[in-house]
């Protein structure tokens, strides 16, 4: 799309008309969860060229206009033009593998506005009785399915680094036979889950599952499983932020797998061991589990792995 034609649908899009300098505006951030257009200043800063945007009040940020210009709708022409050229399609990895793009069910409603429905009700429940807060519900952007593929299911949304969906998993409310406990797409997992909420300044968490990842505090990544991708890796290696492993009870040996391959490559990592009878942090109060965390010894060198290993049989066995 033209830079002035772009530029003219962004105004349309914030109802400003900006300020321009080069490749450079700056509008007022109308972001709903942000801003909302209440601050006095224009802090959201596009560029015309790359199309990244970024609001230095609420942080709201992304890789492409998609975001910003999908107030428009799909009757707007401008809009949809930049929809066909800019939106994803599938991926494709290595070995030929077809990946679908991640987007949210059409089915898919946010957790955050209250509703006085069956489903919404019956979803706060499960939530709550999880030691989920509204808080977490925000942060978190969770939403819910009263039906299609994902009907009675919490969603899990997950974003990159630029505010863009990667992944998103939905979670059964309830217990019955042949229910699988986690559905989702056939997206690629080789990505960070929620990358955006991630401060690699800090020191990060390393667990299992999305809603352990909650549990455990900000900073916490979940694995979506036992063994942490290349690209998650990848971005623990460049950027080296202390790292703390709690995987769940059973999954000892992966622990002290992932600690050795991180001291080895000269990230600070300490694996958090567990009390009897608690097997992951969804057993746990979010203080609880901190004060676990803030107790963790590091793992210096190949003894400290084997102790490691030593102390989680012991713990295993008398469990």
Not at 245 to 251: G, S, T, V
Request: with cysteine; hydrophobic share 35%; charged share 30%.
């Amino acid at each position: 799309m033209q830079r002035e034609r772009k530029l003219a649908a962004l105004r349309r899009a914030l109802k400003d008309e900006g300020w321009v300098k080069g490749d450079e505006a700056s509008f007022f951030c109308t972001f709903a969860k942000g801003c909302a257009g209440q601050h006095h200043k224009r802090k959201l800063q596009v560029n015309l060229e790359s199309d990244i945007f970024h609001c230095w009040v609420c942080n709201w940020k992304g890789g492409s206009l998609l975001p910003i210009l999908r107030k428009l709708g799909d009757q707007d022409p401008d809009y949809t033009a930049y929809k066909a050229e800019h939106e994803k399609k599938p991926e494709v990895d290595a070995m030929g593998k077809v990946y679908e793009t991640p987007r949210l069910p059409k089915e898919f409603q946010t957790l955050s506005r209250a509703s006085e429905t069956l489903h919404y009700r019956q979803a706060i429940g499960y939530l709550t009785d999880r030691g989920i807060t509204p808080e977490d519900i925000l942060d978190y952007k969770l939403g819910y399915c009263a039906e299609g593929k994902y009907a009675e299911r919490v969603i899990i949304p997950s974003f990159d680094d630029l505010g863009e969906l990667n992944f998103f998993v939905g979670r059964t409310i309830w217990k019955r036979p042949g229910d699988l406990p986690y559905l989702s797409g056939k997206f690629d997992k080789d990505v960070v889950f929620n990358d955006l909420l991630i401060d690699w300044t800090r020191p990060i968490t390393l667990v299992e599952g999305p809603f352990d990842a909650i549990k455990a505090g900000h900073n916490a990544i979940a694995l979506q499983g036992k063994v942490p991708n290349r690209h998650l890796m990848a971005k623990i290696y460049r950027h080296r932020p202390r790292t703390y492993i709690a995987l769940d009870a059973d999954a000892g040996s992966d622990a002290i797998k992932i600690a050795g391959d991180l001291v080895n490559n000269g990230v600070e990592t300490f694996i958090i061991m567990w009390p009897a009878g608690v097997k992951d942090p969804g057993d746990l109060t979010k203080a609880d589990f901190e004060k676990l965390r803030q107790s963790a010894t590091p793992c210096v060198h190949a003894g400290d792995i084997m102790k490691q290993r030593i102390y989680n049989s012991s713990s295993m066995g008398h469990s």
